[in-house]
């Protein structure tokens, strides 16, 4: 079920991790979908409530490119489903890890109707879409293109894998530098949460002002403990 958790913005939470979904309303009822999630059934429920409340999805965005983030169904339209170009290409080039990957975690889903993601340009920074304002903001260090969405006119910030209450930062073990990319992501976010007055994490609760400062300092506290670090395993290069 959606909630209103601020103007033009309704968030639905699964039982599955608490993974949330976002429809971002504009004036005539066109609606942006952002990561629509879990199950094929709570997938099929979101797309009857946006019918039933009258509006049409026009365009969806994935934050990022793992499975849980680049779900459809045939019970929504057919869109421009937009992602950072980097995300769009690893989501391209990667169907058959991303399909085993769902099937194993979470078994149900028809991959043949989820396709692919729609690349934005390389020099994007707002989603195409007819309804209120949403500002790209790249945040490197979670997974490959991995981008949280500002609504400036709404004061929300849509963070994708990141500022959560129940997961620790999950770091992109593929990058040179995991954890310093992080660390300078967060920093980066720090400016983004001091506009906002909600921020939506992918898995979690939705978070005023105060408690996303919370969150990101915690998530700070652990990339520091964790860089600290002098256990003798993390000699090990796959350990680190």
Same mark, same amino acid.
Request: glycine fraction near 8%.
């Given at each position: 079920?959606?909630?209103?958790?601020?103007?033009?913005?309704?968030?639905?939470?699964?039982?599955?991790?608490?993974?949330?979904?976002?429809?971002?309303?504009?004036?005539?009822?066109? /609606?942006?979908?952002?990561?629509?999630?879990?199950?094929?059934?709570?997938?099929?429920?979101?797309?009857?409530?946006?019918?039933?409340?009258?509006?049409?999805?026009?365009?969806?965005?994935?934050?990022?490119?793992?499975?849980?983030?680049?779900?459809?169904?045939?019970?929504?339209?057919?869109?421009?489903?937009?992602?950072?170009?980097?995300?769009?290409?690893?989501?391209?080039?990667?169907?058959?890890?991303?399909?085993?990957?769902?099937?194993?975690?979470?078994?149900?889903?028809?991959?043949?109707?989820?396709?692919?993601?729609?690349?934005?340009?390389?020099?994007?920074?707002?989603?195409?879409?007819?309804?209120?304002?949403?500002?790209?903001?790249?945040?490197?260090?979670?997974?490959?293109?991995?981008?949280?969405?500002?609504?400036?006119?709404?004061?929300?910030?849509?963070?994708?894998?990141?500022?959560?209450?129940?997961?620790?930062?999950?770091?992109?073990?593929?990058?040179?530098?995991?954890?310093?990319?992080?660390?300078?992501?967060?920093?980066?976010?720090?400016?983004?949460?001091?506009?906002?007055?909600?921020?939506?994490?992918?898995?979690?609760?939705?978070?005023?002002?105060?408690?996303?400062?919370?969150?990101?300092?915690?998530?700070?506290?652990?990339?520091?403990?964790?860089? /600290?670090?002098?256990?003798?395993?993390?000699?090990?290069?796959?350990?680190?």
């Amino acid at each position: 079920m959606l909630k209103l958790v601020a103007s033009r913005v309704w968030v639905a939470t699964s039982a599955t991790w608490s993974t949330t979904s976002t429809v971002v309303v504009a004036e005539d009822g066109a /609606a942006l979908v952002v990561d629509p999630a879990l199950t094929p059934v709570e997938l099929t429920s979101l797309a009857r409530e946006i019918v039933e409340r009258g509006w049409r999805v026009v365009a969806a965005f994935s934050t990022h490119p793992h499975w849980d983030h680049v779900l459809w169904t045939s019970a929504l339209p057919e869109v421009p489903r937009w992602a950072t170009a980097p995300a769009a290409a690893w989501t391209a080039a990667n169907p058959e890890l991303l399909a085993a990957q769902a099937e194993a975690d979470l078994p149900g889903h028809r991959w043949e109707v989820i396709g692919g993601t729609t690349a934005l340009p390389d020099d994007a920074t707002e989603l195409p879409w007819p309804g209120p304002r949403a500002v790209l903001i790249p945040a490197s260090g979670h997974a490959v293109g991995h981008a949280g969405l500002w609504l400036p006119g709404e004061g929300v910030y849509l963070a994708g894998d990141m500022l959560s209450d129940i997961e620790v930062p999950l770091l992109d073990t593929g990058l040179p530098d995991p954890v310093g990319t992080y660390r300078r992501t967060l920093g980066e976010l720090a400016g983004v949460i001091s506009e906002a007055t909600v921020v939506v994490p992918g898995h979690g609760t939705p978070a005023d002002r105060d408690e996303a400062r919370r969150r990101l300092a915690a998530d700070q506290r652990y990339l520091d403990e964790l860089h /600290a670090s002098t256990d003798p395993r993390l000699a090990s290069d796959l350990m680190r």
